[in-house]
């Protein structure tokens, strides 16, 4: 089973940042957490991911929770484009029986115009 | 990251055959899994492709339905057997570690329908 839970759908308006939420309690301290989105029709695309620092690269940024038990993914100025499914994901990095990506239902951005 | 290529992209099968998905990486990468979307839902881990030796399977999938097979660090392949309409998904391949990849990358899927 997903580690991760999120909200099934959330909107936003074009411009604005979008803030997605996501409750990882159960995280290990060796475990990442990933975010990644799939819009329409293809494969899941890469945005970010941290262990525990917040992290920022051009796409976004992830603030995690000091407990790491939570964290949120911010798209600063959220475009049409951005409109998909986003998925958050907890998993190890290194090898071994945890290195896989198991996907929960995720967060269905609908950024509006 | 990664660059991989998936074949075919979609296919229409007859119930009862076989079809192979191939995944080619442009390098060498560490891990190789493979996905199955049904229409409207996320993403089941099928399996992860061992190079060499059997794939390792998740609960609920088993080798006779999904062999696989990956005889080396850039390439492997996914049978879907003895088809019924309740195999139409999206299969994906992913990929994780390696010099020339970042995180885990996906490819961009074969649409496989079952009639």
């Known amino acids: 089973d997903a580690k991760t839970t999120q909200p099934p759908s959330m909107d936003c308006a074009e411009g604005r940042a979008a803030n997605l939420p996501c409750n990882h309690s159960?995280?290990?301290?060796?475990?990442?957490v990933y975010w990644y989105r799939q819009i329409h029709s293809q494969g899941p695309q890469y945005i970010i991911h941290?262990?525990?620092n917040n992290e920022t690269n051009e796409m976004a940024s992830l603030i995690i929770t000091e407990d790491r038990k939570s964290s949120t993914l911010i798209l600063p100025h959220a475009t049409l484009r951005d409109t998909a499914v986003y998925y958050c994901?907890?998993?190890?990095?290194?090898?071994?029986?945890?290195?896989?990506?198991?996907f929960g239902t995720g967060t269905l951005l609908a950024v509006q115009p | 990251s990664a660059v991989i290529s998936q074949k075919p992209s979609r296919d229409i099968c007859q119930r009862g055959t076989s079809l192979t998905i191939q995944c080619q990486v442009d390098?060498?990468?560490?891990?190789m899994f493979w996905y199955r979307q049904q229409p409207g839902q996320s993403l089941t881990l099928i399996a992860t492709?061992?190079?060499?030796?059997?794939?390792?399977?998740e609960s609920g999938f088993v080798i006779d339905k999904f062999p696989i097979s990956r005889p080396n660090l850039t390439f492997s392949t996914l049978t879907v057997s003895n088809m019924s309409p309740e195999d139409s998904s999206i299969y994906l391949c992913?990929?994780?570690?390696?010099?020339?990849?970042?995180?885990?990358?996906f490819g961009s899927g074969t649409r496989l329908t079952v009639v």
């Open positions: 992913s990929v994780w570690g390696g010099l020339a990849n970042y995180g885990y990358t």
């Open positions: 492709a061992n190079q060499g030796s059997e794939a390792t399977y």
């Open positions: 159960t995280i290990s301290g060796n475990e990442y």
């Open positions: 390098s060498q990468v560490t891990m």
């Open positions: 941290g262990l525990k």
């Open positions: 994901i907890v998993s190890g990095s290194y090898g071994g029986a945890t290195n896989k990506l198991i």
